[in-house]
Nanobody, 120 residues
Framework: VQLQASGGGLVQAGGSLRLSCVASGRDAYRTPMGWFRQAPGKEREFVAT????????LYADSVKGRFTISRDLVKNTEYLQMNSLKPEDTAVYYCAAGYYGSDSNAVYYWGQGTQVTVSS
């Protein structure tokens, strides 16, 4: 599975961004997907994940109520709608696939990161 993420950028605190990640390849159809992030000097951490059929969704406590994960099964694309952004959300966001859960060590496929910067 190949993953192509996009949508990062610079936004003021309280603003919104939407990340996208397109999955392609033989095993891309209905593979579980998710998002992780890594801030400078910190370990990669779980943000959200979505099941292969789009029904199951899990979120990190730090983003619950602000971020929404979704997917388009036809387009093999997942989205992360990020609202009420805070400076502590600043990180490189990575698209993940092949695993439904919060353990970054269990992820099968990683996309390239996309930078999200939230200014105060």
């Amino acid at each position: 599975v190949q993953l192509q993420a996009s949508g990062g950028g610079l936004v003021q605190a309280g603003g919104s961004l939407r990340l996208s990640c397109v999955a392609s390849g033989r095993d891309a159809y209905r593979t579980p997907m998710g998002w992780f992030r890594q801030a400078p000097g910190k370990e990669r951490e779980f943000v959200a994940t979505i099941s292969g059929n789009g029904v199951g969704k899990l979120y990190a406590d730090s983003v619950k109520g602000r971020f929404t994960i979704s997917r388009d099964l036809v387009k093999n694309t997942e989205y992360l709608q990020m609202n009420s952004l805070k400076p502590e959300d600043t990180a490189v966001y990575y698209c993940a696939a092949g695993y439904y859960g919060s353990d970054s060590n269990a992820v099968y496929y990683w996309g390239q990161g996309t930078q999200v910067t939230v200014s105060s």
